[in-house]
């Protein structure tokens, strides 16, 4: 096998894990928080958390490494003038701009959610604006992540020559 196909699959396989992590984590934190079950709320939440450090993360370090590696052996080499290379890049950044502030969000409301259940309490509004900030921050970074899956496969011409 060569080189470059199993770095091909490393690079998809790590982009399957980043965007089917974050968009399963976020499809169940979003039932969970509209649940109305506290319990619901504080073993998603625990697991989001969980899965942002053992998958999503490792997927968002493989993924610009494995990408600059198959630019080289393509021979793009670092092509910062190739416009959806650069859109690519640059919708990277965005989404790993959203992604940072959400997961400090997600353990702050997982701590919540288990002080909460342990102390038999509600959550404090402080838990819903958490909740709401983290699901604007979601969208953006969900879109650019699409975005670059169309850059990736049809490496259009946007602008220039």
């Known amino acids: 096998m060569n080189t470059y196909l199993i770095i091909k699959w490393l690079h998809i396989l790590s982009s399957v894990l980043l965007v089917g992590t974050g968009f399963g984590s976020a499809f169940y934190m979003f039932f969970a928080n509209r649940s109305g079950s506290l319990a619901a709320q504080a073993?998603?939440?625990?697991?989001?958390?969980?899965?942002?450090?053992?998958?999503?993360?490792?997927?968002?370090?493989?993924?610009?490494?494995?990408?600059?590696?198959?630019?080289?052996?393509?021979?793009?080499?670092?092509?910062?003038?190739?416009?959806?290379?650069?859109?690519?890049?640059?919708?990277?950044?965005?989404?790993?701009?959203?992604?940072?502030?959400?997961?400090?969000?997600?353990?702050?409301?997982?701590?919540?959610?288990?002080?909460?259940?342990?102390?038999?309490?509600?959550?404090?509004?402080k838990y819903f604006r958490y909740a709401r900030l983290w699901e604007a921050l979601g969208y953006p970074a969900f879109i650019a992540m699409l975005g670059i899956y169309y850059l990736m496969v049809n490496k259009p011409v946007l602008w220039g020559a």
Do not use: H
């Open 43 to 125: 073993v998603v939440t625990r697991l989001v958390v969980r899965a942002d450090w053992w998958f999503t993360t490792p997927a968002g370090i493989v993924q610009p490494i494995s990408g600059f590696y198959l630019m080289y052996l393509t021979g793009w080499g670092l092509s910062w003038d190739t416009p959806w290379i650069l859109a690519s890049l640059i919708l990277y950044l965005i989404a790993g701009l959203c992604w940072l502030p959400v997961v400090w969000l997600q353990i702050r409301m997982s701590r919540m959610t288990d002080d909460a259940l342990k102390n038999g309490e509600a959550l404090p509004e």
